[in-house]
Structure formats: structure tokens, C-alpha cells
């Protein structure tokens, strides 16, 4: 037991270092390229920091662990919401543009319908499902993309170093942050079977919260460096990506039909903690520490539930 428990502490420090060196590098692309911190978040960052759940998601699906994949994508979202969002809020509320906030949130309430219809109409994620959801979150990239593609450049915006040099330092962090959480996740895995936890418990915590870590390290850092609105962003994106990209991907290359021990309450709780996340600032423009407070004691409530 002592080498799962060193490796887990070992993932911990480099989850950190890379989650400084993966935010200096995206503020420093947004700054040179004249780009929202939200926009950077809940793009490049977002897809940055959701590589962890692709991999183990499809890695779950393809060995046929259709609970492990599932858990993974609906946990995460919720543990990025419930955890992650909540902390950030209660440490640090702030001013968010109603315009700039409000596409990344469609987005998801679609996605998340869509996935509610198809897995209680189908009794699962079927191929063509997977594919759709796909296809989602490249529509989404795409007209992201396009939206910011009239903003002129900021050639000079006091940022040193090339945009290569910068990018280059981008995949090295998510790199770094991949790396961590999967050494974190896959000693944190060990540790609990020995416990006897049973997989889809695993699935809805410990590989959720697992997979989770680059947000949670993005957002804590972001939050000390001031960049509040990137870790906001992050988290919007990922749980968007986490349906479509994660939960359709898996779907695309390994058909699972929805786990039979499954109920409604995780569903329930991820439309619940989003609501709570995004109505407040869809209708007055920016996020209260009251809103943290809430999904923080909501998520503890949660994870007593499952154990």
C-alpha cells in the first residue's frame, strides 16, 4: 500500500506545477491574441483539462465498464460544478457578461436534455447518439471560434515570449496535468478496491473527482493569480465537453447501454447544480458567495448519499 499512496502525492505536485505553467500559458495567449479570459476558458482550456475523462471514459467503454465511462462523464460534470465551481465562488465571487455567458450555457442545457431523452428512450447511449453529441461539441468549436475571429490581435499586449513558445508550454501543462491526475486516479482506484468500493461508486467519486483534478488545479490557480473569469470558463466548457466529447465519445466507439443500477439522482443533481451556477448570473450579471456556499454543502450531501 505504500507505493500507490507515494504515487498518489507524486501525481499531487505535478498536477500543480503544470497547472501553474498550463494557465500562465493561456493568459498569455489570450492577452497576445486579444481573447476573453472566459473565451480562452471554456475553449482551449477546457479542452485541455477534459483530456483526462476522454481517456479514461473511452478506455472504459472499450473494456466494456459502460458504468465507469458513464459515472465518469455525469460525476465529473458534477463535481465540477458542485466542487470546483463552488469553491471558486464562495472564495472569490465576480462579474460575468450575460452575453459572453449565455451561448456556453445553451449549449449545455441542450446537451444535457438531449442525453436525459436518449438515455431513458434508448436505455442507453447508442452509436448514432455518440455521434451526435460529437458533432455537438464541433459545431460548438467552431462557431466559438468564428465568433472571436473579427477581434484584432493585440501583437504587443506586454506578453514576452512567441506564440509558439507559449503554446509549446500549453501542451507541456496539459500534458503535465494529464499525467498527474492520472497517476492520482489510477493509485486513488487501487486504494478504494482494496476498501471494497464498488465500481460505480468509484465511477461517481473517486475516478470523477480524479479526472476532475486539472479543473479544480486550473480553477485554484487561476483564482491566486486573479484570473477568476478563466476559472469560470474552465468549468462551463468542461462540463459542456464532458457530455458531448467524453460521454458521445465513448458512446461513438463502444454502444453502452445505460447502467442498470443507475437513477435519476445524478441526472437531477447535475440539471440542479447547473441551475444554481448559471441562473444568477444569467439574470443579474455576476455570481454571489451564497451560490458556493450551496453546491459545496449540496456536493457533501452527495458523496454521504453514494458511500
Request: positive net charge.
Amino acid at each position: 500500500m505504500t507505493l500507490p499512496i507515494l504515487l498518489f502525492f507524486l501525481g499531487l505536485i505535478v498536477l500543480v506545477k503544470c497547472g501553474d505553467v498550463f494557465v500562465n500559458s493561456s493568459i498569455a495567449l489570450a492577452r497576445r491574441f486579444h481573447l476573453s479570459e472566459l473565451f480562452i476558458g471554456t475553449t482551449i482550456v477546457s479542452i485541455g483539462t477534459t483530456l483526462p475523462e476522454v481517456t479514461v471514459s473511452i478506455t472504459a467503454a472499450l473494456s466494456g465498464q459502460s458504468q465507469l465511462a458513464y459515472g465518469n462523464a455525469v460525476g465529473s460534470v458534477i463535481c465540477n460544478t458542485a466542487l470546483i465551481a463552488g469553491l471558486s465562488l464562495a472564495i472569490r465571487p465576480l462579474p460575468i457578461s450575460k452575453f459572453s455567458f449565455v451561448n456556453i450555457v445553451i449549449a449545455f442545457f441542450l446537451a444535457a436534455g438531449f442525453c436525459i431523452f436518449i438515455s431513458y428512450s434508448q436505455g442507453g447511449f447508442p452509436r448514432g447518439a455518440g455521434l451526435l453529441l460529437v458533432l455537438g461539441f464541433c459545431l460548438y468549436t467552431f462557431v466559438s471560434i468564428r465568433k472571436q475571429k473579427g477581434e484584432p490581435p493585440e501583437a504587443e499586449s506586454g506578453v514576452s515570449g512567441s506564440f509558439l513558445f507559449h503554446l509549446v508550454y500549453l501542451v507541456i501543462g496539459a500534458a503535465g496535468l494529464y499525467l498527474g491526475s492520472h497517476l492520482m486516479v489510477d493509485n486513488a482506484q487501487i486504494l478504494a478496491l482494496a476498501l471494497g468500493v464498488s465500481t460505480k461508486v468509484i465511477g461517481l467519486s473517486i475516478v470523477a473527482l480524479g479526472t476532475s483534478l486539472p479543473e479544480l488545479t486550473t480553477a485554484v490557480i487561476a483564482l491566486v493569480k486573479g484570473h477568476s473569469q478563466l476559472s469560470i470558463g474552465n468549468i462551463l466548457g468542461a462540463n459542456f465537453f464532458n457530455l458531448t466529447l467524453v460521454l458521445g465519445g465513448a458512446a461513438l466507439v463502444a454502444p453502452a447501454p445505460l447502467p442498470a443500477s443507475s437513477n435519476p439522482l445524478e441526472l437531477t443533481l447535475m440539471l440542479v447544480v447547473m441551475g444554481i451556477l448559471t441562473i444568477p448570473p444569467l439574470l443579474k450579471g455576476r455570481t454571489y458567495s451564497w451560490q458556493g456556499i450551496l453546491l459545496l454543502l449540496l456536493y457533501i450531501g452527495y458523496l454521504i448519499i453514494l458511500f
